[in-house]
Structure formats: structure tokens, C-alpha cells
């Protein structure tokens, strides 16, 4: 059966700040969902990470519809006026637009898409990531897709041994969407030259060279710059298949041990570990740290099996202890160095426009012994 997964996730409202969105806001979205959706959808999952509902969705009508799609922005509307309601903070926020234009690409939400013909047994995995951008997931993806030391799979099964094909987004191209393919093994140092840059060059989506077979989506966009000027993007989802032709589960989960930094946290502007979390995590330090959550299912059919939380056990209470020691140990720095993010990325504009007031301020001075004629040109 030929199946399309896609979620779509945004930030419509949440209580006490950034936090958690209500109850009543995340009913009343399932609840569109199960109205409206009857014709359109197989199956749909709702889940919350961090102050951001997330609609997982499977159908038959593949990627990119623009009935799909508008069902997810219209349940978001409809969300967005209870959160108006209940006086949420954020009430719509991540709606950037005031109508709907054919998907939500440029529109605010973040979404990915898988679509395939299912396997007589289809795993995979859905990650929800809050207070962070689509580069966090540049390093897990290329751990438990290219590195024997996480994906043992590559080493022992012929089939992972062929590679993978990465296409890896140039989020900085502000007129249309810069991307190249590059495929492991042979190009295995030219991906890592592009990803150790979290904020420019972003994984797209993954693709198994034995067969072609697509395996992982990230909802990697250049929204940050279609205004012209950074606006942000801090609740990023992802897709991956696992098992067979892709990396077994706990190889796709093995990298998030190492709560690598990322960047956003407080105000989008700073770096901070990310925080492998419980299904419908809060938000809390310093707005962080960085959350991701990780739900499992097997789909058959289009129905989704009941969701498994991947990072409710107790390997992972002591990977947040040492994430939680990360945390505190960066901030820390406050404002100093690599703690806050460059100019170039901070989603708030107060650092920058200080520093454009600043530097009309600064002056030249003349080079000690200079002649006098010298001296005065340099201090026009």
C-alpha cells in the first residue's frame, strides 16, 4: 500500500509563556482533526513538545496536498481561537500569514513528508524538537546514517553497507531552495565539511542508495530568511523510517546520549544541549533546554499502532542528568562567547540594532607620530 506520512507542528498558544499549550487548546484540535479529517485521513496521532502541537497524519493522497495541508492550517485557526480565548501567551504565533496558499511551506508551521510503499512491517520514528531550529538533527542523522560507531548496521548488514544518499539544504539562500545530494561512503568527509554549520547547511531528507528507498525527512526550510530578515524557526519535526534497508531503531537513537548543542533556547538566540525528553514535554530552564521527544509505531494499512515513547526509560533519566549539567554548566557564560548565538542569528533584533547604533560611534585614531595632514584626514 502506497502510504504518506506528514506532520505538520506549530505554536499557537501555551501556558505561563512558553511552556506547555492547554489542554482544552490540543483538544480542540484533535478534535478538528477527527471532524474534518474523516474523508481525507487513514489515521492521525496529536502530541505536544514544549509549547508546540504536532499533527502526526497518515493518507493515500501523497506529498505535498494542498487538502492535507489546509486541514492542519485550518485546525491550527480553529486552535488558535480557543488559545485567544483562554488569553495564551503566543495565541497563533507560528501563523505568519493571514490565509492559506496551497501548503504551509512559508506559512509558519514546520512540517516533513514521507511517502512509500509500506513494508509487510513498517516501523519508524517521529522526533519533535522544541526551542531549537532543523540543524539540530544534523548530527544524530548523520551518526546513525554514516558512523559504524552508532549504526553498527553498516558494518554487519550488506544492504546499509551500500550507504546512504543525503540531500542537504542551503538554508541562507533567500530565492528558492539551494540543495545538493551527496552520498555516503565515498562523500562521507564533503557531508561533514557542510553540517558542522547547523544554522546555514540543514538535512533535507535521507535516501537508502540500495534501492532508493527514502528514509528519513527533516522539516528543513529557508523560512528564516524569506522575509529578509531572521525570523526564527524553533520547533523543528522529523520522520524515520528504521529497520530492514535503514538503521535499526536504537542506532537512529543511540546519538541523542550525547545531548550535543544546538542552538535557541531562550529568546532563539543562544546554545544549548539538547535534552532527550518524555512524549509532551514542558518546557522550563532558561525556556530549554532544547527538547527533543521521540514517539515509535509500526504502520499497517495507514493505521498507526499505538505510540511508544522512545526516551521513557532508565537509560535516558541519566542522559538528562548529564544534559541538565550541560545546561547550567553554558549558561554559566550568560552572554559571553559561543553561549549566545552570532549576530547573524539571533532571533531577537536588540543585540543588532545596538550594535548598528554603536557603530556610528566608533572613530579611526591617527597613527601615533603621523604628520599633521595625516592626522586630519584620518579624523574626518
Given at each position: 500500500m502506497r502510504t504518506t506520512l506528514t506532520v505538520i507542528k506549530a505554536d499557537i498558544g501555551s501556558i505561563g509563556g512558553h511552556i506547555k499549550p492547554s489542554g482544552k487548546l490540543r483538544q480542540t484540535?484533535?478534535?478538528?482533526?477527527?471532524?474534518?479529517?474523516?474523508?481525507?485521513?487513514?489515521?492521525w496521532y496529536v502530541s505536544s513538545t514544549g509549547d508546540d502541537i504536532a499533527l502526526l497524519m497518515s493518507h493515500c493522497h501523497g506529498r505535498d496536498n494542498a487538502d492535507i495541508h489546509k486541514l492542519a492550517w485550518d485546525a491550527f485557526v480553529a486552535g488558535t481561537q480557543v488559545a485567544k480565548e483562554q488569553g495564551l501567551y503566543g495565541a497563533g504565533?507560528?501563523?505568519?500569514?493571514?490565509?492559506?496558499?496551497?501548503?504551509?511551506?512559508?506559512?509558519?508551521?514546520?512540517?516533513?513528508?514521507?511517502?512509500?510503499?509500506?513494508?509487510?512491517?513498517?516501523?519508524?520514528?517521529?522526533?519533535?524538537?522544541?526551542?531549537?531550529?532543523?540543524?539540530a538533527y544534523n548530527?544524530?542523522?548523520?551518526?546513525?546514517?554514516?558512523?559504524?560507531?552508532?549504526c553498527a548496521g553498516l558494518l554487519l548488514s550488506p544492504r546499509l553497507a551500500k550507504g546512504f544518499t543525503f540531500t542537504i539544504m542551503d538554508v541562507s539562500h533567500t530565492h528558492g531552495d539551494r540543495v545538493i545530494e551527496l552520498n555516503t561512503p565515498e562523500e562521507l568527509y564533503d557531508i561533514a565539511c557542510l553540517l558542522r554549520?547547523?544554522?546555514?547547511?540543514?538535512?533535507?531528507?535521507?535516501?537508502?542508495?540500495?534501492?532508493?528507498?527514502?528514509?528519513?525527512?527533516?522539516?528543513?526550510?529557508?523560512?528564516?530568511?524569506?522575509?529578509?530578515?531572521?525570523?526564527?524557526?524553533?520547533?523543528?519535526?522529523?520522520?524515520?523510517?528504521?529497520?530492514?534497508?535503514?538503521?535499526?531503531?536504537?542506532?537512529?537513537?543511540?546519538?541523542?546520549?550525547?545531548?550535543?548543542?544546538?542552538?535557541?533556547?531562550?529568546?532563539?538566540?543562544?546554545?544549548?544541549?539538547?535534552?532527550?525528553?518524555?512524549?509532551?514535554?514542558?518546557?522550563?530552564?532558561?525556556d530549554g533546554p532544547p527538547v527533543v521527544t521521540?514517539?515509535?509505531?509500526?504502520?499497517?494499512?495507514?493505521?498507526?499502532?499505538?505510540?511508544?515513547?522512545?526516551?521513557?526509560?532508565?537509560?535516558?533519566?541519566?542522559?538528562?542528568?548529564?544534559?541538565?549539567?550541560?545546561?547550567?554548566e553554558i549558561r554559566r557564560q550568560g552572554f559571553s562567547g559561543p553561549a549566545m548565538l552570532p549576530y547573524s542569528e539571533l532571533e531577537y533584533g536588540g543585540v543588532v540594532e545596538k550594535m548598528k547604533e554603536l557603530d556610528r560611534k566608533f572613530v579611526v585614531r591617527p597613527e601615533s607620530g603621523a604628520p599633521a595632514a595625516k592626522r586630519a584626514r584620518a579624523s574626518r
Open positions: 484540535v484533535e478534535q478538528f482533526l477527527k471532524e474534518r479529517g474523516k474523508t481525507l485521513l487513514t489515521d504565533q507560528d501563523l505568519l500569514k493571514d490565509a492559506f496558499s496551497g501548503n504551509v511551506r512559508g506559512l509558519g508551521p514546520a512540517s516533513c513528508e514521507l511517502e512509500f510503499d509500506e513494508r509487510p512491517a513498517e516501523p519508524f520514528l517521529f522526533f519533535a524538537a522544541d526551542k531549537t531550529d532543523p540543524g548530527l544524530p542523522l548523520y551518526l546513525s546514517f554514516a558512523d559504524p560507531m552508532h554549520d547547523n544554522q546555514r547547511f540543514v538535512i533535507e531528507s535521507v535516501r537508502a542508495r540500495a534501492g532508493g528507498e527514502i528514509a528519513a525527512a527533516v522539516s528543513t526550510s529557508r523560512l528564516h530568511n524569506i522575509a529578509g530578515t531572521y525570523t526564527g524557526k524553533d520547533d523543528p519535526v522529523a520522520l524515520v523510517r528504521t529497520q530492514g534497508s535503514f538503521p535499526a531503531t536504537g542506532e537512529v537513537l543511540s546519538p541523542y546520549r550525547i545531548g550535543h548543542y544546538v542552538a535557541g533556547t531562550m529568546r532563539g538566540s543562544h546554545n544549548g544541549p539538547l535534552m532527550p525528553s518524555r512524549l509532551n514535554a514542558t518546557i522550563s530552564f532558561f521521540g514517539a515509535a509505531f509500526c504502520v499497517h494499512e495507514g493505521r498507526f499502532t499505538e505510540a511508544v515513547d522512545v526516551f521513557d526509560h532508565p537509560f535516558w533519566d541519566w542522559v538528562r542528568l548529564k544534559v541538565s549539567e550541560k545546561a547550567a
